[in-house]
């Protein structure tokens, strides 16, 4: 792929480290531009003692961008919204179809929006649904030469993370260390750091046999329809 830019989409500060955090370092090291996009501010998921919410935003956007800096992504976007209250309306999506025209990925990472299995209750949280079917609508949109001011942009894939029908197993065993402490930087989410240790250990060695730990994605092409040039 000759567009060495990919932009990670989530819906709070935390999802892309613990979801994709050690595949974000391998595509750091061959080359890519990173950049995030944090929808909401995450403050109703403060697990550590109880700040005002204004504390607790800017607790949360500290870590993340504390968590950024040790990948080294470009920028962060934060769109602040409300935790758990995450419209997927025409704002959403034009707020997204406009920060792909400007970075232009070539591809795009977020929750997956085919998982209708309800099987986790965090993992189906309700601004995860709503940040994947957004981001979806958003590339889709950012495709499109007259909706949006500007030129368009084509994302050519998706790598959507929580799958329940992934295609794809990253091996990160390499990487899990650096993982681990990109995850620590999001201090207000565990007191216990050996458990989250253990825990995110725990389910990265389960994904396939293949590797000691691995990230799971449903990776999909975005393939260019026919253009029949010059038919009337
Ligand atoms: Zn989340």
Known sequence: ????????????PDDIEFSCGGTMFKFAEQGYDIYFVVATNGENGFKIDHKPKSLRIKTRHKEQLAAAKLLGVKKVFFLNYRDCLLPNDDGLRVKLAKIIKKVKPAIVFTFDPANRSFESVNLL???HRAISEASFDAVFAARNRY??????HSVKQFWFFGPDKPNHFENI???????????????????DHKLMSDWVKTHLSCYTKKYKFSEKFRIV????????????
């Open 221 to 232: 092409d975005i393939t260019v329809p026919f253009v029949l040039e010059g038919r009337k």
């Open 1 to 12: 792929m000759q567009n060495k830019v990919l932009l990670a989409i989530s819906a709070h």
């Open 147 to 152: 909706l949006l001011p500007g030129e368009p």
């Open 125 to 127: 949280h309700r601004d």
């Open 173 to 191: 065993t390499k990487y899990i260390d650096k993982k681990i402490s990109l995850i620590e930087k999001h201090n207000s989410q565990f007191s």
